[in-house]
């Protein structure tokens, strides 16, 4: 028998392949080229440069740049706080309190009085007189240079400081207000010029600026 007719005969005996067989193995060899190719792309992750890494070291060592920038930002923004008082500026200011003294009224905030300021100002009421009213004593680096008002007042302070002008707000009584309870108010500027300290505006009358409580 020859070569040719076995093999016929061998086909023969062999059972035909369905559609279904043969997509099956179609399929099985799709999934193993795609399993082929997954094992590829990771080789290929895995021996590649890592280009995300150096990114990411450069964004480390940015961080801490910024941070650095950002502590002398705010290292700056101290160093713009008043500095203490120096010596010299601390007797200046006892020195005022002590003129007051001397006019026989007593100082309420020393803190008031900036010798950093070309104008200075301390308010002062009588020592031992609690309802006796405010006045404002006005100073400059060589001393003493006069009061806001020849008359008390039952409520002043000090409202703005600036070198050279000061805002003062004046309690003013309206109809109805208690003796020493004045429930208006007025801002008064006071502004060296020279030597010459000079009021900008009015100071409110003294019958409106001041009542004698009973307490």
């Known amino acids: 028998m020859d070569s040719k007719v076995r093999r016929e ?7 035909a392949r369905s559609a279904w067989a043969r997509w099956t193995r179609r399929i099985a060899g799709l999934l193993a ?5 997954g094992v590829a792309v990771a080789i290929f992750q895995m021996v590649r440069p890592e280009s995300g890494a150096a990114v990411n070291a450069s964004e480390a060592t940015a961080t801490p740049t910024a941070e650095k920038s ?3 930002k705010s290292s700056k923004k101290k160093s713009t706080k008043p500095k203490p008082l120096t010596a010299s500026q601390k007797r200046a200011r006892e020195k005022a309190v002590d003129a007051v003294r001397e006019q026989g009224d007593t100082t309420l905030h020393a803190a008031d009085y900036d010798p950093r300021a070309r104008l200075r100002v301390l308010i002062g009421r009588p020592v031992g007189d609690a309802t006796g009213g405010y006045s404002a004593y006005f100073f400059t680096k060589d001393g003493f240079v006069g ?21 003062l707000r004046y309690g003013v009584y309206k109809d109805g207000d208690k003796a020493g309870q004045p429930s208006g108010t007025k801002r008064v500027r006071f502004r060296l010029d020279g030597g010459t300290m000079t009021a900008l505006d009015t100071v409110p009358a003294a019958e409106d600026r001041f009542q004698r409580s009973g307490n």
């Not at 080229?33 to 190719?37: R, S």
């Open 147 to 167: 009061k806001d008002a020849q008359y008390r007042s039952s409520k002043v302070e000090v409202a703005k400081q600036g070198k050279a002008t000061i805002t």
């Open 70 to 72: 950002s502590k002398k």
């Open 33 to 37: 080229t795609v399993a082929f190719l």
């Open 9 to 15: 005969r061998d086909r023969n005996r062999l059972p």
